[in-house]
């Protein structure tokens, strides 16, 4: 396993910059971008670059825009923006730019988005096709509309009824007057934001501070029982696969080093990844490793 100094951590933030998240704030487009362990915000024309807070669930970062605090709360697929005193509406994660496909059964549908341009095939009825509108909030997710056709996507779990496999998204379609219910998005959607990680090896975490695995772009990164620690992840396939994780040096006690030791060797020895009815997130490593771990 390759641990680097904390100073091969500290890369220009130009280095680090992933493709950003787009959210959906109450018709405000709000741009978030893993830089480092931070985050950048990009909204109304003026960039805030926000560090890691403490949080009971899911990923919480705060900065300053002038003189007025900011704060940034992700829940995967929901967050909240405070800036100053105002509030803004829920924060609804927008699908990931480029082709997006979704689908379901009993009637089998097919619905494909690139851009603007949509597609819906349905078994036995014909094609539809429209180009959509930009993305607005519902209330419980995010709706395009468009002649004769309007699609609707709210953060899953969603499970394809045909083929067990668990996808990040629930998508509604309206055509024709018929409405159509499945699944939408891709594994790596899925994975997408914070977990916090309870068992290493089947043995509760028992480091100085909670462990936490953190998925953004092509970064991955968190807190161990011990020290933060960053690598790249992308999906071959089917197949997580996680390169190059380094770590800062801190010193601890035996224990939580012992277990910082075998969180990071699963890591760099995935063999492969599911979930769990309740939505637990499973990771199995070389020799039977096995980590468990749920939203944060």
């Avoid at 730019?97 to 379901?104: V, W």
């Avoid at 509309?145 to 699609?151: E, H, I, P, R, Y």
């Avoid at 899953?156 to 998005?185: H, I, N």
């Avoid at 916090?196 to 029982?225: D, N, W």
């Amino acid at each position: 396993m390759l641990r680097l100094l904390l100073a091969a951590l500290l890369l220009p933030a130009t280095a680090l910059a992933q493709a950003p998240a787009v959210h959906d704030c109450g018709g405000l487009r709000v741009e978030a971008t893993a830089e480092g362990d931070g985050l950048v915000l990009l909204f109304e024309g003026a960039r805030s670059a926000l560090r890691p807070a403490p949080a009971g669930s899911g990923a919480r970062y705060v900065g300053e825009r002038g003189a007025a605090p900011v704060e940034f709360w992700d829940r995967g697929g929901r967050a909240r923006l405070t800036v100053g005193d105002r509030v803004l509406p829920d924060c609804l994660r927008d699908p990931p730019p480029g082709a997006y496909r979704a689908g379901g059964n009993e009637p089998f549908w097919s619905l494909r988005i690139a851009g603007d341009a949509a597609r819906l095939e349905r078994l036995g009825g014909a094609s539809v096709e429209a180009r959509l509108g930009p993305a607005w909030g519902d209330g419980a997710g995010t709706r395009r509309d468009g002649a004769g056709l309007s699609v609707s996507v709210a953060p899953g779990p969603c499970r394809d009824s045909m083929t067990g496999v668990e996808l990040p998204d629930r998508v509604g379609v309206e055509s024709g007057g018929a409405r159509l219910e499945g699944c939408g998005g891709s594994a790596e959607g899925r994975l997408l934001g914070t977990w916090r990680v309870e068992t290493i090896g089947g043995e509760a975490v028992a480091g100085l501070r909670p462990a936490t695995l953190e998925f953004r772009g092509g970064a991955v990164f968190g807190q161990g029982p011990c020290n933060r620690y960053r690598g790249g992840w992308a999906m071959e396939g089917e197949r997580l696969v996680v390169r190059g994780v380094a770590s800062t040096m801190m010193a601890c006690p035996g224990a939580a080093m012992a277990q910082e030791g075998a969180l990071f060797r699963l890591l760099e020895t995935v063999r492969a990844h599911r979930f769990t009815e309740d939505g637990a997130l499973v990771i199995e490593g070389a020799e039977g490793a096995r980590l468990v771990a749920r939203r944060g």
